[in-house]
């Protein structure tokens, strides 16, 4: 197996992995911060089948190819889905070998619940840490650790069929077909000064935790500019919405679970403080003001461009610049594949349809004849 | 391939007791909602005009302006800085800390206590 075909199976379960993130984006959630994570199979997958580097590469790799798609690049909920995914994909590793190695055997089934739990364990860890520093947050931990329990079987035990069907023998068919290239890479001029302005606000909308005037500003300000600059209100809002349960949850909760300081209003047990109206502001306009900076950037550069700059900056590793642009120029088609896929599936026969996804999965990750 | 030599093809005891465990971490994450360091367990209340105009936890040093009075809380301690009233009966008081104790000022209608967040009631207190 040479470095070349290895390329292009990491490109495979990337493009697979991305495409199930940006089709299931486009379903509503009917739960509040709740997904299915179908992506996380091929996490999964890629930790059986190519080991722990290549699927930490895989999930990374994922994360900036939807987010670049979908335009919610450096976005709140890039963050949270960017981090999560790393260590979701080390606890599947951990226990995938703890049950190749010991007696403690698990089954797919087991390792994707326990790193669905995970996932969201570290999702509310990384919005205590980046986001909202209280630790009334935490009163979300529960209803995410059930979800991620029943999440976290579904995608197990699809997994498992997979794993099943597909075996160990023959795995490397992917890496026969000829390698594909990008058709041509532009070089861009690509405008450093948009970025560095970037930075800059981003650490200072960071950095800032304590005044809420200081926010508010950048809020009035990001958004004259915003709108003086033309740009989409409709990407900001699309940013928004894949944050609106953590906004509205933790606005709610800080406003009236924050008993603490100059009290405000009291009516039975409902104590509404100064601090608490003070930081449940302070903190959404700060995961807003994250939102405007993220939605600005991507609609500054082309996806191309920031594609480029990408590979600029990690030029240590060029092998991900590679995968992400190739990536990038095949997934149009190759989405268009997974979702005539899909439409094939016969939503009439409900025992089927199990099996029909299985077979999607196997037919695009191991088989892919679309793109030859 | 030796890769998938060991590969468990069949759900196990391990996995059902796996997300047993977790069911039961998931359950148990309710009662950690409740959970507060020793250190934040007594919250001081003030109120004036019979209606609550401050609480928080006494390990918060701030100072409270009020009509005609300001309170102090300081390295988890209470107490009356400045009043207007002829006595001063409730600057007098000094600094407090314990709960259940706590600083009135009748002039100026205003009452300090601070309050226990784990013991509910009152067993046997003796001064």
Redesign the interface.
């Known amino acids: 197996m040479s470095m070349k075909n290895d390329e292009v199976g990491i490109t495979f379960f990337v493009l697979t992995a991305s495409s199930l993130q940006i089709i299931e984006s486009f379903f509503p959630h009917p739960v509040p911060g709740v997904r299915l994570g179908l992506a996380n199979i091929v996490s999964f997958l890629a930790v059986v089948y190519f080991g722990i580097f290549k699927a930490i590469e895989v999930s990374i790799l994922r994360t900036i190819i939807s987010s670049l798609f979908l335009g919610t690049f450096l976005s709140p909920s890039f963050i949270l889905s960017f981090f999560s995914a790393i260590t979701s994909t080390i606890s599947m590793w951990i226990l995938y070998n703890i049950s190749l190695n010991t007696i403690f055997k698990f089954s797919p089934l087991g390792i994707n619940v326990f790193s669905a739990v995970v996932h969201n364990i570290t999702q509310l860890l990384l919005v205590y840490i980046f986001f909202i520093q209280q630790k009334n947050i935490f009163l979300f931990l529960p209803l995410l650790l059930f979800s991620a329990v029943v999440t976290g079987w579904i995608t197990g035990s699809l997994a498992l069929e997979i794993v099943k069907k597909v075996g160990f023998d023959n795995i490397f068919l992917i890496s026969e077909i000829s390698v594909f290239q990008n058709k041509e890479e532009k070089v861009f001029n690509a405008d450093w000064l948009k970025l560095i302005l970037f930075l800059i606000f981003f650490v200072l909308v960071f950095l800032s935790k304590k005044k809420i005037y200081v926010q508010a500003s950048f809020f009035i300000i990001f958004f004259i500019f915003y709108l003086l600059q033309k740009n989409d209100i409709n990407v900001f809002w699309k940013n928004v919405k894949n944050v609106l349960w953590l906004i509205i949850f933790s606005f709610l909760i800080l406003l009236f679970l924050h008993p603490y300081g100059k009290v405000f209003l009291k009516w039975k047990f409902l104590i509404i403080t100064f601090d608490g109206i003070n930081l449940s502001f302070l903190y959404n306009l700060r995961i807003l003001n994250i939102v405007f900076l993220s939605s600005w950037l991507v609609q500054q550069y082309s996806i191309q461009e920031l594609n480029f700059i990408i590979k600029k900056i990690v030029f240590f590793y060029p092998r991900g610049g590679r995968i992400v642009s190739n990536s990038l120029f095949l997934l149009p088609n190759f989405l268009e594949d997974v979702k005539s896929q899909v439409k094939k599936i016969n939503f009439n026969n409900p025992k089927r349809i199990f099996e029909n996804i299985v077979d999607i999965f196997i037919k695009i990750l191991f088989q892919p004849t679309g793109l030859k | 391939?030796e890769?998938?030599k060991?590969?468990?093809?069949?759900?196990?005891i391990?996995?059902?007791i796996?997300?047993f465990f977790?069911?039961i971490?998931?359950?148990y994450?309710?009662q950690?909602?409740f959970y507060s360091s020793k250190n934040d367990n007594y919250?001081v209340e003030v109120y004036q005009d019979n209606?609550?105009?401050?609480?928080?936890?006494l390990s918060?040093d701030n100072l409270?302006h009020l009509r005609n009075a300001v309170v102090e809380i300081k390295n988890n301690k209470v107490r009356m800085k400045e009043s207007s009233c002829p006595y001063k009966f409730c600057v007098n008081t000094g600094w407090i800390d314990k709960p259940y104790k706590q600083i009135v000022c009748v002039p100026n209608k205003i009452y300090v206590k601070i309050l226990s967040k784990t013991t509910q009631g009152v067993d046997g207190v003796s001064y």
């Open positions: 391939m890769v998938g060991n590969f468990v093809y069949k759900k196990t391990f996995d059902y796996l997300i977790l069911l971490l998931a359950g994450s309710f950690l909602l919250v209606k609550i105009v401050y609480r928080d936890f918060k409270v």
